[in-house]
């Protein structure tokens, strides 16, 4: 009792802290944990072991509600390719990483699993705050995930039951393949008919989501299969919508609870790292940094996503998974690995864990994406007059432009995507790639002389250079918020918001203010 009391305790000053501190979490919870583990609190090492796997079985099972093969949609083939490519690649490089460190093949091979897959918690939690689930590249990379995800399940048993014997590990495999196929059954027929034909209230629900969860379970113990891959295999079978979202609904409170159990108590199993171990986990993380975000650019490129969304694929995809903690507690739980090899492990999983909202963010994005060495920036011999300046020209933007074009007016497209850029002008669009917040981009772009201005930024940026140039020049800023719409308007511009009903009232405003292409604006 003492045990649960030191290791919640602690686990909710750490959290609290993190929170009033504005940071990331996880580091704090883990120097929690090391301290508890050196206090002499927690005594009973069974006991932290029991901690680790019930709160990551239920941290999986949460993070498989949130991978749904219809969330793809037609990006299947996409995340297939990255994510077989950079799962096995990874591999690769680990494993020739751990050799060239001194590491016997069997330490090789469990290093290998946990740096091939990408961490689904981290990168969905993202991909929600961000709001780019739904955009292609978030479509996409949850792809990604669900496919390395499924490998590692799969290789789990490999790694685990591989002493016991060839035919012990592909039991492990087929039985897996069983929970595989159960879980997509669920997922096309018996979770949509408990949601159609039973009318549950929220403990009735709740009920049925952990039913099912020890279900899974159940079958699992019976065939020999990892317990934690059932659990993340009941929560993909309860993935489609819109049953997932009930699940978070009950489920996502209790989310942060365990998430701070979890690291807590892994922080009381990690020992202290040398020179040389500390050394070893930053070359393990500096591998999945280094490597990941020019292979998934280049796959996801020659795959039809633009570059911008290609890199930020790749920048998030660019961490060790919780399913590496998985690995390593396994075999640290069977005796096949050190306690000092399950460190390493985990602090490369916590290491690449803390860059990867770093990395990600816009700034560091739109950075890179200067360094894109497969197009140049190109820009007109002189600033044009009297056109439409359309600033973006992703996929959400083609409708406008097409008539725009069809109506006959001169449109000048702005985009720092190179994939975009290049698309465009194939397609004979008038193209400048630049930054939209660039005044030197926006006068060689012609907005002082332009008839109209529209920013159709999927996610708005500061673009207040663009009001000082353009004088009296609409311009017209796609916004999502009130708040966005609230900023545009005290900067002088025209917030549309982004509705079929906005929509329509743009182009009647259109016609009406702007017109035809042969009428010019008259002089102030």
Same mark, same amino acid.
């Given at each position: 009792?003492?045990?649960?009391?030191?290791?919640?305790?602690?686990?909710?000053?750490?959290?609290?802290?993190?929170?009033?501190?504005?940071?990331?979490?996880?580091?704090?919870?883990?120097?929690?944990?090391?301290?508890?583990?050196?206090?002499?609190?927690?005594?009973?090492?069974?006991?932290?072991?029991?901690?680790?796997?019930?709160?990551?079985?239920?941290?999986?099972?949460?993070?498989?509600?949130?991978?749904?093969?219809?969330?793809?949609?037609?990006?299947?083939?996409?995340?297939?390719?990255?994510?077989?490519?950079?799962?096995?690649?990874?591999?690769?490089?680990?494993i020739?990483?751990?050799?060239?460190?001194g590491?016997?093949?069997?330490?090789?091979?469990?290093?290998?699993?946990?740096?091939?897959?990408?961490?689904?918690?981290?990168?969905?939690?993202?991909?929600?705050?961000?709001?780019?689930?739904?955009?292609?590249?978030?479509?996409?990379?949850?792809?990604?995930?669900?496919?390395?995800?499924?490998?590692?399940?799969?290789?789990?048993?490999?790694?685990t039951?591989?002493?016991?014997?060839?035919?012990?590990?592909?039991?492990?495999?087929?039985?897996?393949?069983?929970?595989?196929?159960?879980?997509?059954?669920?997922?096309?027929?018996?979770?949509?008919?408990?949601?159609?034909?039973?009318?549950?209230?929220?403990?009735?629900?709740?009920?049925?989501?952990?039913?099912?969860?020890?279900?899974?379970?159940?079958?699992?113990?019976?065939?020999?299969?990892?317990?934690?891959?059932?659990?993340?295999?009941?929560?993909v079978?309860?993935?489609?919508?819109?049953?997932?979202?009930?699940?978070?609904?009950?489920?996502?409170?209790?989310?942060?609870?365990?998430?701070?159990?979890?690291?807590?108590?892994?922080?009381?199993?990690?020992?202290?790292?040398?020179?040389?171990?500390?050394?070893?986990?930053?070359?393990?993380? *500096? #591998?999945?940094?280094?490597v990941?975000?020019? /292979?998934? &650019?280049? %796959? +996801?490129?020659?795959?039809? @996503? =633009?570059?911008?969304?290609?890199?930020e694929?790749?920048?998030?995809?660019?961490?060790?998974?919780?399913?590496?903690?998985?690995?390593?507690?396994?075999? *640290? #739980?069977?005796?096949?690995?050190?306690?000092? /090899?399950? &460190?390493? %492990? +985990?602090?490369?999983?916590? @290491? =690449?864990?803390?860059?990867?909202?770093?990395?990600?963010?816009?700034?560091?994005?739109?950075?890179?994406?200067?360094?894109?060495?497969?197009?140049?920036?190109?820009?007109?011999?002189?600033?044009?007059?009297d056109?439409?300046?359309?600033?973006?020209?992703?996929?959400?933007?083609?409708?406008?432009?097409?008539?725009?074009?069809?109506?006959?007016?001169?449109?000048?497209?702005?985009?720092e995507?190179?994939?975009?850029?290049?698309?465009?002008?194939?397609?004979?669009?008038?193209?400048?790639?630049?930054?939209a917040?660039?005044?030197?981009?926006?006068?060689?772009?012609?907005?002082?002389?332009?008839?109209?201005?529209i920013?159709?930024?999927?996610?708005?940026?500061?673009?207040?250079?663009?009001?000082?140039?353009?004088?009296?020049?609409?311009?017209?800023?796609?916004?999502?918020?009130?708040?966005?719409?609230?900023?545009?308007?005290?900067?002088?511009?025209?917030?549309i918001?982004?509705?079929?009903?906005?929509?329509?009232?743009?182009?009647?405003?259109?016609?009406?203010?702007?017109?035809?292409?042969?009428?010019?604006?008259?002089?102030?």
């Amino acid at each position: 009792m003492i045990e649960i009391a030191a290791l919640l305790g602690v686990a909710s000053v750490a959290f609290g802290l993190a929170y009033y501190l504005r940071v990331p979490a996880v580091p704090f919870l883990l120097i929690a944990g090391v301290a508890l583990g050196f206090s002499g609190l927690i005594a009973e090492q069974d006991f932290v072991e029991d901690v680790l796997i019930l709160a990551v079985t239920l941290l999986l099972f949460i993070a498989g509600t949130d991978l749904s093969v219809r969330r793809v949609g037609d990006y299947r083939r996409v995340a297939l390719q990255i994510g077989i490519v950079q799962f096995f690649l990874l591999g690769a490089m680990g494993i020739g990483a751990a050799i060239l460190l001194g590491y016997v093949i069997e330490d090789a091979l469990y290093l290998a699993l946990a740096l091939a897959a990408s961490s689904t918690l981290i990168v969905i939690r993202l991909l929600a705050k961000r709001r780019q689930m739904f955009e292609p590249f978030g479509r996409a990379t949850t792809g990604v995930l669900l496919v390395q995800d499924l490998l590692i399940i799969l290789l789990i048993p490999v790694a685990t039951r591989l002493p016991e014997g060839w035919l012990a590990a592909a039991l492990g495999v087929g039985g897996t393949l069983l929970l595989v196929g159960l879980a997509a059954i669920m997922v096309r027929w018996v979770a949509p008919y408990l949601l159609q034909r039973l009318e549950l209230d929220t403990e009735s629900l709740l009920l049925v989501i952990l039913s099912v969860l020890f279900v899974f379970m159940g079958i699992a113990w019976a065939i020999q299969v990892p317990l934690i891959s059932a659990a993340f295999l009941a929560g993909v079978s309860l993935s489609g919508f819109p049953i997932s979202s009930l699940v978070h609904g009950e489920l996502r409170p209790i989310s942060d609870f365990f998430t701070a159990v979890f690291f807590t108590a892994l922080g009381t199993v990690i020992v202290v790292p040398g020179v040389e171990g500390l050394w070893h986990a930053v070359v393990f993380a *500096l #591998v999945v940094i280094v490597v990941t975000p020019p /292979l998934v &650019t280049l %796959i +996801a490129e020659r795959a039809g @996503l =633009t570059a911008r969304s290609s890199l930020e694929s790749g920048l998030l995809l660019s961490q060790t998974s919780e399913f590496s903690l998985v690995v390593g507690l396994q075999g *640290l #739980v069977l005796g096949q690995i050190s306690q000092d /090899l399950f &460190t390493i %492990i +985990a602090l490369t999983t916590v @290491l =690449t864990m803390i860059v990867t909202p770093i990395i990600s963010s816009e700034s560091v994005l739109w950075y890179l994406m200067k360094f894109h060495p497969l197009r140049t920036r190109g820009r007109p011999d002189k600033p044009p007059k009297d056109h439409i300046l359309l600033l973006g020209g992703g996929e959400t933007v083609l409708p406008l432009l097409e008539t725009l074009l069809l109506s006959g007016h001169e449109v000048l497209v702005v985009d720092e995507d190179p994939g975009t850029v290049s698309n465009l002008r194939d397609e004979g669009v008038s193209c400048m790639r630049g930054d939209a917040g660039d005044p030197k981009v926006l006068k060689a772009a012609g907005a002082d002389q332009a008839r109209i201005i529209i920013s159709t930024l999927a996610r708005p940026r500061p673009i207040r250079p663009v009001y000082a140039i353009a004088g009296d020049t609409p311009v017209l800023v796609r916004v999502f918020e009130e708040d966005e719409e609230a900023s545009v308007r005290e900067m002088g511009g025209i917030p549309i918001s982004f509705s079929q009903a906005a929509a329509e009232e743009f182009f009647a405003w259109f016609d009406k203010e702007i017109g035809a292409p042969d009428q010019k604006k008259e002089p102030a």
